[in-house]
């Protein structure tokens, strides 16, 4: 990688974090661009080199360290029931390390997404091909029945953590969405994967 590549790839990362730690003292609807370039220490035409709007730092946001998750957690001799709940409460320790601020918008404009913007989708399929992933390899190496409905059970499991990422948002942070992820892992995630299990 050239000096060019790595600069520019140095000026996005700033803005990214610009983000970040102005969601720490400032609601992100309240957030400009000027606020983020300045705290980012560039241009404000700077920014639409990068982005075409802060939505779409949201959405880098959410995918940069679920990457890392996934790479941790892509050896198939991990048990199935223990690599999902793994990947779910890896997913909710990120969602909180970025602020409640950053879900919160998150949340508003996958809700609300402008036009053309598929955003939430993109998520939701990212999250539930990874399960499906999972639990495929499981019926291939005989861990789980060939008829376990890999589909519908990979959209029940985004379901439930989902339900614990909206209910964070909603309550301002007071519904802790680790202990709701954690106990849909303990309770209601080994049921689902047992009742295939061969």
């Known amino acids: 990688m050239g ?7 140095e000026t996005r990362q700033k803005l990214i974090d610009a983000v970040k ?4 003292i400032k609601a992100y609807y309240e957030m400009s661009i000027d606020d983020i ?30 990457d890392k998750t996934l790479e941790k957690i892509s050896d198939d ?3 199935i029931k ?6 779910l409460n890896d997913s ?13 918008q998150w949340y508003r404009s996958v809700t609300s997404p402008l036009n053309g913007d ?12 990874f399960i499906e992933n999972c639990l495929q390899c499981a019926v291939d190496n005989g861990t789980l029945k060939e ?29 802790s969405q680790t202990e709701l992820v954690n106990d849909f892992g303990r309770d209601s995630l080994s049921g689902i994967i047992n009742a295939y299990r061969r």
């Open 3 to 9: 000096k060019r590549q790595e600069s520019a790839l």
């Open 21 to 24: 730690k102005l969601s720490e």
């Open 37 to 66: 370039t300045q705290m980012a220490g560039v241009a404000k035409g700077t920014f639409y080199t990068y982005f075409r709007r802060k939505e779409d730092i949201i959405s880098v946001i959410a995918y940069e360290d679920f």
């Open 77 to 79: 001799s991990i048990d």
């Open 82 to 87: 223990d690599r999902i709940a793994r990947f």
């Open 92 to 104: 909710v320790h990120i969602i909180e390390n970025n602020s409640l601020q950053i879900a919160q």
């Open 118 to 129: 598929t955003l939430g989708m993109d998520k939701i399929k990212y999250d539930r091909s």
């Open 147 to 175: 008829d376990t409905p890999v589909s519908s059970l990979s959209l029940q499991i985004v379901s439930a953590y989902y339900g614990a990422v909206v209910l964070w948002c909603m309550s301002d942070g007071k519904i």
